[in-house]
Structures are given as C-alpha cells and as structure tokens.
C-alpha cells in the first residue's frame, strides 16, 4: 500500500530532487498542512450569528439581481445584530455585537432614511443606545486601494464588530 503523506510534505521529482512550486519571486502559497483526519476530528464552535443560517465565525454574502432589497435586507441585519433581536423580523440573532457597515448604496440622506424605517420597522429608537453600535459609512471601500484596506483594518482591530458588511462588493 502506498505510504500517506502530510499535505504540504516537500515532494520529491523522479531523481529525488525536491520540488518547489512557485513562480519567481512571488512563490505560490504552500497548502496548510493538515490531514483529513485532524480536520474531522476538530471540534469547532457552534456559536450563530444567525440562528442555524449563518455562524458567527463565517463570512457570507447577500446575493440577488438588481433591486432586490439586499440593502435594505443588510441594513436589518446590522440594526439587528447590534440590537441582538432578530433578522427580517423571523431569524433570531445569537451573537449581539457592534457592526461596521460599509455603503455605497445611495449616500447620507438616503441611508438616513432607510435606517430610521428599519430602526422604527424594529421598534427600536433610532436615538436610542443601539444606534451607538452600528458605525455607518456612506462610501464604500475601494478593495484594490491600500489605504482603504488600512481603514477596515484598524476599524476591524478598534471596533471589534460582530458583523462587518460590505455593500456592495463590486
């Protein structure tokens, strides 16, 4: 039978030589070096951030054709993340938290518009302490650009959010 390997173990050419892959100066990444075994015998949190759809240490994405409220649909999510209630009024939210909302849908009056209607749609006073825990920008990061990275970065590292959202991510 043939002998199993470490994922990522140096592989050997037919002369015993080593074989790296890479491409000049910039070396393609190594794979992590697990086994199978160790993956399925990791026992991982089972903490949500929403209820049985969406873990609380998982990236995810809203997705949807042109007009479909995925906005709006983010907007409820983040007022309900830092309220800790419930997302689109039926799935309940387990990991209360702060959140950092990145928009580029619509600019300042009309972001102010739709969070005051979800924030009243939630029976949530939009003047209230839980309007302290959702830090809103108007622009949306370009992720090509450094010093933008650099700002969700520290924001990241500062804020701590439980929910960091991106709209959109184009």
Same mark, same amino acid.
């Given at each position: 039978?043939?002998?199993?390997?470490?994922?990522?173990? =140096?592989?050997?050419?037919?002369?015993?030589?080593?074989?790296?892959?890479?491409?000049?100066?910039?070396?393609? =990444?190594? =794979?992590? /070096?697990?086994?199978?075994?160790?993956?399925?015998?990791?026992?991982?949190?089972?903490?949500?951030?929403?209820?049985?759809?969406?873990?609380?240490?998982? $990236?995810?994405?809203?997705?949807?054709?042109?007009?479909?409220?995925?906005?709006?649909?983010?907007?409820?999510?983040?007022?309900?993340?830092?309220?800790? !209630?419930?997302?689109?009024?039926?799935?309940?939210?387990?990991?209360?938290?702060?959140?950092?909302? $990145?928009?580029?849908?619509?600019?300042?009056?009309?972001?102010?518009?739709?969070?005051?209607?979800?924030?009243?749609?939630?029976?949530?006073?939009?003047?209230?302490?839980?309007?302290?825990?959702?830090?809103?920008?108007?622009?949306?990061?370009?992720? !090509? /650009?450094?010093?933008?990275?650099?700002?969700?970065? $520290?924001?990241?590292? !500062?804020?701590?959010?439980?929910?960091?959202?991106?709209? =959109?991510? $184009?």
């Amino acid at each position: 039978a043939p002998e199993l390997r470490r994922i990522g173990a =140096p592989v050997a050419d037919d002369l015993g030589d080593e074989v790296v892959s890479g491409h000049g100066e910039h070396p393609l =990444p190594r =794979p992590t /070096d697990v086994l199978a075994r160790q993956l399925l015998d990791t026992e991982y949190s089972n903490q949500f951030l929403i209820r049985g759809i969406w873990h609380a240490d998982a $990236y995810g994405t809203i997705s949807a054709g042109p007009k479909a409220q995925k906005t709006w649909d983010c907007l409820d999510l983040a007022v309900g993340v830092a309220a800790g !209630t419930n997302w689109l009024g039926r799935f309940q939210i387990d990991r209360q938290g702060p959140v950092v909302f $990145y928009s580029g849908e619509g600019g300042d009056r009309n972001m102010t518009r739709r969070l005051t209607a979800v924030f009243n749609g939630k029976g949530i006073d939009p003047n209230g302490p839980v309007a302290e825990h959702v830090h809103f920008h108007t622009r949306a990061p370009r992720l !090509t /650009d450094q010093q933008h990275l650099d700002t969700i970065r $520290y924001n990241a590292e !500062t804020i701590r959010p439980a929910l960091i959202i991106l709209d =959109p991510l $184009y």
